[in-house]
């Protein structure tokens, strides 16, 4: 499970690799690694910071990321990682930027 998260981690090319301080860009952080072998943190968990990149691009970057895991790797099925066969899971994310992110955004773009 440690190295399919790994390599979304190396995958992924618009989140950058680091710890959340409250900036603009989104992020992406593997814990378990950070906290070391003793830390409560599951080995497959990813924490995201969503920043101000377009949706679309996060959304892609992380899609390619999950797509380069090896099959070895994977602890769940190739066909339910998103893929054009399965949206399931690039549905839910889109669904989750659109109501929690996009609507936090264009305000603050509008008044700018």
Do not use: C, K, Q, Y
């Not at 790994?6 to 710890?19: I, N, Q, S």
């Not at 390619?64 to 090896?70: I, Q």
């Not at 066969?85 to 008044?111: D, F, H, K, Q, Y």
Request: charged share 20%; net charge neutral.
């Amino acid at each position: 499970m440690r190295a399919a998260a790994l390599a979304v981690l190396a995958g992924v090319r618009v989140f950058t690799r680091g710890t959340s301080l409250g900036g603009v860009e989104s992020l992406i952080e593997h814990r378990r690694t950070t906290e070391g072998a003793s830390s409560p943190i599951p080995a497959d968990l990813l924490r995201l910071s969503i920043g101000l990149e377009s949706p679309i691009d996060l959304i892609a970057d992380l899609s390619r990321a999950l797509e380069s895991v090896p099959a070895a790797a994977r602890t769940i099925p190739p066909d339910t990682i998103a893929s054009p066969e399965n949206t399931g899971i690039r549905a839910a994310v889109i669904a989750a930027v659109e109501r929690t992110v996009t609507p936090t955004i264009l305000p603050r773009m509008s008044s700018a």
